[in-house]
Nanobody
């Protein structure tokens, strides 16, 4: 079992930057692929970024070049650095952990990111 707690969301102006964090407890963090998803009002949840246990990363098309996912296994934390933010990036951002092998997934409660002037 893994518990995920997101933090760092908030209001930011267009063109600004924000870093959100996801801290895990309850299991061996290094064995989980970590990902960020987001869901805007009236839209389906979409993949933002994913980082494997080995540090390989992948991004949704609209996030490439602007967002960076990283992880610190010692701190049991995954990060999402978001730059050049746009109003379309406004959403609730969810942290996801997927266990290597079993594929069992866990979700955080989400953190709101609002991009507005």
């Amino acid at each position: 079992q893994v518990q995920l707690v997101e933090s760092g969301g908030g209001l930011v102006q267009p063109g600004g930057s924000l870093r959100i964090s996801c801290t895990a407890s309850g299991s061996i963090f290094a064995l989980y692929t970590m990902a960020w998803y987001r869901q805007a009002p009236g839209k389906q949840r979409e993949l933002v970024a994913v980082i494997s246990t080995g540090g390989n990363t992948n991004y949704g098309d609209s996030m490439k070049g602007r967002f960076t996912i990283s992880r610190d296994n010692a701190k049991r934390t995954a990060y999402l650095q978001m730059n050049s933010l746009k109003p379309d990036d406004t959403a609730v951002y969810y942290c996801n952990a997927q266990a290597t092998g079993s594929g069992l997934q866990f979700w955080g409660q989400g953190t709101q990111v609002t991009v507005s002037s």
